[in-house]
């Protein structure tokens, strides 16, 4: 048995290629069986189309569920007001990070940066759903955030602000400014973490030279540090906007019952019981993630990962 094995280990040293071939199989599988198979399914799918007498689905290729799809102005307004948020999120997120992870990457001493880090990483290891629900308690008529603002003397500006259509609800936990606080809350730390690491990769011999050059700390922040960052920028906005962008439990929960790409599909495929709909409409954030990595591509943003 011994033998063997060492034959079978003499073999494999010879043949790298094989032997990382075997490796790396069960991640193959994995990927192409399970993931890749799914997406294609998905895809095929919403090439079928649903008898409008008899709510059969009719496995014949077709485009009318993209027609369809197309079509209605609210599948527009849903689709518009999903990529508006995501880019909300991302946008608010990268500004917010950007000062905690360069204040991490350049002056946090060695004893201070492991609770930085474990400040930022702690909130990721609760669940979900709790995280969310802890936040439609703050933000209720009857939560700590609407008490310090009466205290404040400030309801009257927050029933100002909830009347706004951009920001419409009854209360934040029911309106999009609270969807995006939330939003905003639960993706940070992916924006940070990025950033974070592609400043510790900028070599302090260039700030010198900056320095050496004449290069006062505001020049040096504009032609060296943020262009060296953005990478990192570009990264973490991979991980907020496609996230946001497939989110469905944070606007059923907080939302106002408007409809989001994530609840679009949850509704289509269950309620409705229209599987083709709900596959087409699965297809679009996989086109715009799909441009979104082609940009992120061109701007470096793999570097950072």
């Known amino acids: 048995m011994t033998q ?79 990529t508006t948020m995501a880019a909300s999120v991302t946008l608010v997120s990268a500004i917010l990070a950007f000062p905690v992870a360069y204040y991490m990457a350049m002056f946090a001493s060695p004893r201070l940066k492991p609770f930085l880090y474990l400040g930022i990483m702690l909130p990721l290891w609760s669940s979900y759903l709790v995280k969310v629900y802890a936040w439609k308690l703050l933000m209720a008529k009857e939560g700590i955030i609407t008490w310090f603002l009466e205290q404040a003397g400030l309801t009257h500006l927050l029933e100002v602000i909830l009347s706004l259509p951009v920001i419409g609800g009854s209360s934040l936990s029911f309106s999009y400014i609270g969807m995006f606080l939330v939003f905003l809350y639960l993706w940070l730390p992916f924006m940070i973490l990025p950033i974070q690491a592609s400043l510790e990769r900028i070599p302090h011999s260039l700030l010198e030279a900056s320095s050496d050059l004449g290069a006062g700390p505001s020049a040096t922040f504009r032609k060296v540090i943020f262009p060296l960052a953005f990478p990192g920028v570009v990264a973490g906005s991979i991980f907020t906007f496609s996230l946001t962008l497939g989110d469905y439990i944070i606007p059923t929960i907080i939302g106002n019952s408007s409809y989001f790409i994530g609840m679009a599909v949850y509704t289509h495929q269950g309620t409705a019981g229209n599987i083709p709909l709900a596959a087409a409409f699965s297809v679009i954030p996989i086109i715009i993630m799909m441009v979104y990595l082609m940009i992120a591509k061109r701007l470096g943003a793999f570097d950072a990962l």
Do not use: C, M
């Open 4 to 82: 063997t094995f060492d034959r079978l280990i003499a073999f494999l040293f010879y043949r790298k290629s094989l032997a990382l071939l075997l490796l790396l199989s069960p991640l193959i599988i994995w990927l192409g069986v399970i993931y890749l198979g799914s997406l294609i399914t998905l895809l095929v799918q919403s090439f079928f189309s649903v008898d409008s007498f008899s709510g059969v689905i009719k496995h014949e290729f077709t485009l009318d569920t993209y027609v369809d799809l197309f079509k209605q102005p609210t599948n527009w307004d849903i689709i518009i007001r999903t």
